[in-house]
Structure formats: structure tokens, C-alpha cells
């Protein structure tokens, strides 16, 4: 990854497990050019030779738009997609693909040979993929109270790609997805979006509305005769649909 | 009869229509539920077919016999009616779990094509302005049904479409002896002329029945090429005959000819979206596609004097005719070698298949391989063995088409 900032080897930047904070950290790292070794979030367990390093970073509530307007729209989707993701290395390669624009400007998205955009580029495709997926594998059941429930055990932390597109499309409902994973839920109630940790939920003996269950019995019926018989083709649905999709797949109950 | 056994009768006479796709259409005004561009699949059912809608037929009765039909007429199958409530209820409580991106209605013919229809625009009425359904609608119209009908259930839908199923008029004439090719022309007209935001705003497809008559690939691509030509077609499915009925017009199947539908659906491919004409592919001489090499790479060995291609400089049209290099990888070439030469590591970060370009392609001058390998008995062998391990590409080729 190409730059000429001075660069140690044992250099270690903490953010607060956040998005903007992130993004403060690597707007105040650039502004004093500062080449990190590695930007981690702040549970990180430093090995012996590395340092970490505590630096001022001013917090500004405006960063989104501003960064915005230095970037572009694009450019911060991308960003923000890559944040989203699970891989070891994504704070550094939204280090590098926010410095290397400042040389490319709006041509760095296509410099696909510059390692950190294809990087970034592989990152965003990747989570994007999986978020269209759970936009269709995502199951909803109906509660008592004729709000619905989900919960989904995605690798990248898509809730938020994923809120955002049921906000539109669920907008007359009270809703509630929970990634089981991370403990996280994304609330969507009076036509209002939020998003909580598990300590402020108590989402403790729910039931099911009484015609929950005939839906189910239902779809599962058309699951089951939708398929052609001298079609059948294990192979062919195990890569649109592999089996880690499975456990909340209410068609998949008896094959799982 | 209860809502359950009517679902069973009524997913299972529907099924053996291939169209699926919730794709094309960006309808935002319904109160409840929108449609996504790109279209959703929500599961994949046994035979790994992407289920994206509700697709049920309103009836399986029908007044008339087509051969090939489970429900037709001759048949002693059980038979059942949804009532349009029926179907709304169904529809909106998938929708709401996420089962589903929206219906997908059909039906038999009861009484008439007229009361048939009617029975439809009612259903679905219903659903839009009753439910204020926003999700997405694909209804197939009955053949012979009024052009009155066709603009009323047009500007409820997001897809309305006629099935050609047979691709002659001969084999229509002896599989489907009710059927009149000039009522389904006169649909696809029909929305071809009218569509807009407003009327059918994700267009029509169509479906062919394969290897149920006589006819070639030539002839089918043929009809193909047409119709996307004359109505404007988002999309034609092809649909390996199920042997559902036996006839004497009828050819005595084992299995569906799954493969000849795969090679049908990676020629329709390239006619929509590389720039290749049915006359490329076949003609008079070789009217039917090679079992063994896909028929971009079969394109590519009959023209080896035409490769390779120095992929820095060829035109945006010369690289999708390179085997390995699809529509997006070719898209980040052309953008991408403005500015800087590509090599051989580079194509791969794009997404070309490389295993099967290098045949094709030189990089700054340098050729991957030994000069003399460019025979096309030598690339067959190789591609074909590559084939034959992940079973001809059937799946990945098809993940592109829902
Ligand atoms: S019109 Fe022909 S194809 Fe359609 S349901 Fe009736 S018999 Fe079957």
C-alpha cells in the first residue's frame, strides 16, 4: 500500500467500536499524516512489540456530511459497507482508500489494481451480497400483539442495510430484527427506526399470534409442491441457498 | 374444500410455468409493501429454481385440452377455485413474513376467457385497492380475453404476459389444438404498445416448452430473436418438457432435457446482453447447440483465426466475445485501462475467469500460454474437462437469471 508518511511498526490507533468514531480517528490520522501499523477497535489485546497509541481526535456530530462532501456519495457507501463487514483488516483499507483518493479523486474507484480499492471494492460486493441474501431469507413470524419478529445470524453486520430496506417496505407494521450474533435489534415502531443493545430489550415471553402457525403449515406446503420432482437438484440449491442460510428458514425445518 | 387443500392442488398445477422473477419494476405508492428493482429470491425449492413469488392458478379447471397440460380438459384430476378473498389473505400474510416478493397469478379457463379474466382483475383489484398491496404482481392474460380486460388488469400489475409455449404453429396445431397463435400475439402486442410507468411497468415475458415437438434450437432461437425484436420481451423462459400426460403427439420421456434447456438459456443470454445474433450460433447446418462447451466458447472455437485478442486495446464488443469474460468484467476493463495497462493478475481482480480466457486473450503482448496451444482440439479438451468437473457451469450460469 503505497504512501511516503513515516511509518513505525508497532503503531496501534484505538477507536470506540463505532462508525463515526472510526471515522474521526482516520480524519485526525490524515490530517497530522500519520501512517497507523494497525487501527483496532478498543477491546484489542496489543502483542508485546506494539503500542498503542492515544491521540486527540476531535469529535464532530457533522462528520458524516462532512466527510461527505469531501468523498462523495459513493465513496462513503463503500466505506460504510466495509465497516459493516467482518474481516480483520477493514479499518486500514478504509484508511488507505480515503488516502489514496485525495490523489486519484474521483478516479479511485475504477484503480482496481491499487490494492486497497480492490480490497475494499471485494469487501463492499461481499457484504452487499449478503444483505441481498437476508433480504430474502429473513422470515418474519407474528407476534400477539400483530407485530413481527425475526432473527438472523449474518457473518457481516448488515441490520442496518437490512432495517433500512424493510422501513420501506413493512412501513404500516411494528417490526423487530434481531441479529443473534452480535446481541443487537433493530426496532421499527409508530413508523419510527431504532436500534438497541440487549440489555435495553426485554423480549421475554413472546407468543405468537393464533394464525401464526397455519401460515407456516401453509408456506411449507408450497415449498414442498413448488418443486418438480425429475427436476430435483440438490447441488444447484445448496449454492443459491447453502445450509449455514438454514436455521431460520421455517421451509427448511424438516430437512435441516 | 379448505384454503390448505386448495393451496396444494392450485401451487401444484402452477408449477410447471418457469417464470419466476420479481425483477424490473420499482413500484413505491402501495401502502403496504414495495418491489425491487433487481428482484428477491426468497428460497430455492428442491429443484434449485429461485421461489420469488406466490404462483398459484386461480382454477385448474379448464375447458380445454392442451396435450402437454396436467389440467387439461381429459384429465380426471381434482379441481379447485380460489375465491379472490382467498388469494388476497394468502398473499398478504406471505408478504408480510417475507415468504415473498409479491403473486404471480395464472388459471385455467373456466366458462370463458372473458369470465376467466374477469374473475382476475377481480382478485387482484381487490388487492391493490382493498389491501393497498404495493408488492409485486405478475398475472399471465387469457388468450381471447377483451382488449378492455388486457388494459385493466395492465394498469394493475407489475407484469403481464401470454406463454407462446410451442415455438410453431404446426406443433401448436397437434399439442394444442384450442390454442390460436394470433390470441397470443395480439397480447404481447397489445402491452408491447401500451406499457409504460403506468401499464405494465416491468414489461411482459413469455415461455417456450422445449423438447415436447420438433423443433431445433435454430428454430427456437429463431422464434426467440423475434419476439424479443417485435414485442419488446424482458425475458423468455424455456421449459424442459415434463412428461405429466401420455398422447400419441407426445414424445415418451425418461427425464426432462434439462441440458438443452441450460444451453438454451446461455444462448438467450448472449443475444441480450452480448451482442451475439442467432446467426452467430447456429445455422442450417449446425441447428443445435453442442451438448459438451457452452455456446459462447463453441462461438469462440469456430472463429480461433479472430483470436487471441490483446485485451488493452480491443473494442467493449470484442470482449464480451471472449470466453471467461462477462458483461461486468468487460465493463471494468474498458473503465480501468484508461488508466493503467492491465496484466494478467489485474483481469483476475476484475473477475475474469481465467482459466478459460487465456486461450483468448494477450496481456501488453504476452501470451499466458505456449503460442502453440492456441488449437482449438486442445482447448476443447481443456475447457470441456474443466465442464465436466463442476457439471457444465449448470449453476452458476443460472444464478444469473432470477
Ligand atoms: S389452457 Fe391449456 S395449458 Fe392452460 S390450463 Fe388449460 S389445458 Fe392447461
Known amino acids: 500500500m503505497e504512501n511516503n508518511y513515516p511509518y513505525l511498526t508497532n503503531q496501534v490507533y484505538i477507536y470506540d467500536n463505532d462508525f463515526i468514531s472510526l471515522l474521526s480517528l482516520i480524519k485526525t490520522l490524515l490530517k497530522n499524516k500519520i501512517r497507523p501499523y494497525k487501527i483496532e477497535g478498543k477491546e484489542y489485546n496489543p502483542s508485546l512489540f506494539e503500542n498503542i497509541i492515544n491521540i486527540k481526535v476531535e469529535n464532530n456530530s457533522n462528520i458524516l456530511r462532512e466527510l461527505k462532501n469531501i468523498f462523495g456519495k459513493e465513496n462513503m457507501q463503500i466505506i460504510y459497507y466495509v465497516y459493516s463487514s467482518c474481516e480483520n483488516n477493514k479499518e486500514l483499507v478504509i484508511y488507505y482508500y480515503l488516502l489514496n483518493y485525495f490523489k486519484f479523486k474521483d478516479n479511485l474507484i475504477r484503480m482496481r489494481n491499487l490494492r486497497c480499492v480492490s480490497e475494499a471494492l471485494r469487501i463492499k460486493e461481499k457484504v452487499a451480497r449478503e444483505a441481498h441474501k437476508f433480504k430474502g431469507f429473513l422470515r418474519f413470524k407474528e407476534l400477539k400483539s400483530e407485530s413481527l419478529y425475526a432473527e438472523i445470524n449474518p457473518d457481516n453486520d448488515i441490520l442496518f442495510i437490512l432495517a433500512k430496506h424493510f422501513q420501506k417496505r413493512l412501513k404500516e407494521f411494528n417490526w423487530v430484527i434481531k441479529d443473534v450474533n452480535r446481541k443487537t435489534y433493530a426496532i421499527y415502531f409508530s413508523q419510527k427506526l431504532y436500534f438497541a443493545n440487549e440489555e435495553k430489550i426485554n423480549l421475554k415471553n413472546v407468543e405468537f399470534s393464533k394464525e401464526e402457525e397455519s401460515y407456516e403449515d401453509m408456506w411449507k406446503e408450497f415449498y414442498n409442491i413448488i418443486g418438480i420432482t425429475l427436476r430435483k437438484n440438490d447441488r444447484c440449491r445448496m449454492n443459491f441457498m447453502p445450509k449455514k442460510y438454514w436455521q431460520y428458514l421455517i421451509e427448511m425445518e424438516d430437512e435441516r | ?402
Open chain 2, 1 to 402: 374444500m379448505d384454503i390448505m387443500e386448495k393451496l396444494t392442488i392450485l401451487a401444484d398445477s402452477a408449477k410447471y410455468d418457469a417464470s419466476c422473477s420479481s425483477s424490473g419494476s420499482t413500484r413505491t405508492n402501495g401502502k403496504f409493501g414495495n418491489t425491487a428493482y433487481s428482484g428477491i429470491c426468497h428460497s430455492f425449492s428442491s429443484d434449485g429454481r429461485c421461489i420469488s413469488l406466490l404462483k398459484i392458478l386461480l382454477t385448474n379447471i379448464c375447458i380445454f385440452d392442451c396435450k402437454y397440460c396436467i389440467n387439461r380438459n381429459s384429465n380426471n384430476v381434482k379441481r379447485a377455485i380460489f375465491t379472490p378473498e382467498e388469494i388476497c389473505q394468502i398473499t398478504i400474510n406471505f408478504y408480510k413474513r417475507n415468504y415473498i416478493e409479491g403473486l404471480f397469478l395464472s388459471s385455467g379457463i373456466i366458462k370463458s376467457p372473458d369470465y376467466t379474466m374477469e374473475l382476475m382483475i377481480k382478485t387482484i383489484e381487490l388487492l391493490r385497492h382493498k389491501y393497498h398491496f404495493g408488492g409485486y404482481i405478475h398475472a399471465k392474460a387469457i388468450p381471447g380475453c377483451s382488449e378492455y380486460q388486457l388494459k385493466k388488469l395492465g394498469s394493475l400489475v407489475d407484469r403481464l404476459s401470454a406463454n407462446i409455449e410451442l415455438p410453431s404453429n404446426e406443433s401448436l396445431k397437434l399439442l394444442a389444438p384450442n390454442k390460436e397463435e394470433s390470441k397470443v400475439s395480439k397480447i404481447m402486442n397489445y402491452v408491447k404498445v401500451n406499457q409504460n410507468k403506468n401499464f405494465t411497468p416491468a414489461g411482459q415475458s413469455t415461455q417456450m416448452i422445449i423438447g415436447a415437438s420438433l423443433e431445433t434450437d435454430l428454430d427456437i432461437m429463431n422464434k426467440s430473436e423475434n419476439s424479443y425484436h417485435d414485442y419488446k420481451l424482458k425475458r423468455v423462459f424455456y421449459s424442459a418438457y415434463i412428461p405429466v400426460n401420455q398422447d400419441k403427439n407426445l414424445p415418451i420421456l425418461k427425464m426432462p432435457p434439462l441440458k438443452r434447456e441450460n444451453r438454451l438459456y446461455q444462448a438467450d443470454w448472449l443475444l441480450r446482453f452480448y451482442n451475439f445474433k442467432v446467426s452467430d450460433l447456429l445455422d442450417k447446418n449446425h441447428p443445435n447447440f453442442n451438448v459438451l462447451v457452452d455456446p459462447k466458447c463453441s462461438w469462440a472455437l469456430n472463429h480461433l483465426n479472430e483470436f487471441p485478442k490483446e485485451v488493452n486495446s480491443c473494442t467493449y464488443n470484442e470482449l464480451l466475445k471472449i470466453p471467461g469474460i462477462g458483461v461486468t468484467s468487460a465493463k471494468r476493463i474498458i473503465t480501468s485501462r484508461k488508466f493503467f495497462k492491465l496484466n494478467f493478475n489485474d483481469l483476475k481482480k476484475m473477475g475474469v475467469v481465467l482459466k478459460r480466457a487465456q486461450y483468448f486473450i494477450t496481456c501488453n503482448g504476452k501470451y499466458n500460454l505456449n503460442a502453440t496451444l492456441l488449437s482449438s482440439s486442445f482447448i476443447e479438451k481443456n475447457l470441456f474437462l474443466d465442464d465436466a468437473e463442476k457439471e457444465i457451469g449448470y449453476g452458476k450460469q443460472l444464478s444469473l437469471f432470477n
